[in-house]
T-cell receptor, first 110, second 118 residues
Framework: QKEVEQNSGPLSVPEGAIASLNCTYS??????FFWYRQYSGKSPELIMF??SNGDKEDGRFTAQLNKASQYVSLLIRDSQPSDSATYLC??????????WGAGTKLIIKP | KAGVTQTPRYLIKTRGQQVTLSCSPI?????VSWYQQTPGQGLQFLFE???????NKGNFPGRFSGRQFSNSRSEMNVSTLELGDSALYLC?????????????????FGAGSRLTVL
């Protein structure tokens, strides 16, 4: 069964520090990788996506992909209390269907 | 540009009843996907519609069904409701059918319809 694994957390990070969120996947044929943020009581919203090995930066967010090790991570620099949310990792399988992780709850402490 | 609109936002039903939820995608988006979200199970894929045809289906019983209209609006129906159907039902739209095209799998979610079954 194709799986996407995330630590459920909560992950507690001091304000201003770097938050590191990790995601592993089982399907070696996966091609596209997405990070969504979901605030409590709201719907998920796309933060960024990555297709190629290496790093992709967008403002305070950096996605890192390592296909050989089958993991993708999201780094949030200069964490703010407004970053407190659940972060969902989604991966397309070899049939290009999205498989979702259960999410990591992130808490930024002032 | 209007986002994804879901109606109703909240509804309460009793066991055995049926419910219909509606989703209007972003203008120009032709694919609509439906998800069920519960605290214990996370996001579970129900089905995807593109060009009025169901393209993919998740592992849900036949009580869950959907359709898409020519204007890309979509509805999903749950018949013979069970207590376990209580959840947030999310609709997401994308430009085209999920697949190889790099932008196809970028989803924009609606606010959701929260269903409570008593």
């Amino acid at each position: 069964q194709k799986e996407v694994e995330q630590n459920s957390g909560p992950l507690s990070v001091p304000e201003g520090a770097i938050a590191s969120l990790n995601c592993t996947y089982s399907d070696r044929g996966s091609q596209s990788f997405f990070w969504y943020r979901q605030y409590s009581g709201k719907s998920p919203e796309l933060i960024m996506f990555i297709y190629s090995n290496g790093d992709k930066e967008d403002g305070r967010f950096t996605a890192q992909l390592n296909k050989a090790s089958q993991y993708v991570s999201l780094l949030i620099r200069d964490s703010q209390p407004s970053d407190s949310a659940t972060y969902l990792c989604a991966v397309t399988d070899s049939n290009y269907q999205l498989i979702w992780g259960a999410g990591t709850k992130l808490i930024i402490k002032p | 540009k209007a986002g994804v609109t879901q109606t109703p936002r909240y509804l309460i039903k009793t066991r055995g009843q049926q419910v219909t939820l509606s989703c209007s995608p972003i203008s120009g988006h032709r694919s609509v996907s439906w998800y069920q979200q519960t605290p214990g199970q996370g996001l579970q894929f129900l089905f995807e519609y593109f060009s009025e045809t169901q393209r993919n289906k998740g592992n849900f019983p036949g009580r869950f069904s959907g359709r898409q209209f020519s204007n890309s609006r979509s509805e999903m129906n749950v018949s013979t409701l069970e207590l376990g159907d209580s959840a947030l039902y999310l609709c997401a739209s994308s430009l085209t059918q999920q697949g190889r095209y790099s932008g196809a799998n970028v989803l924009t979610f609606g606010a959701g319809s929260r269903l409570t079954v008593l």
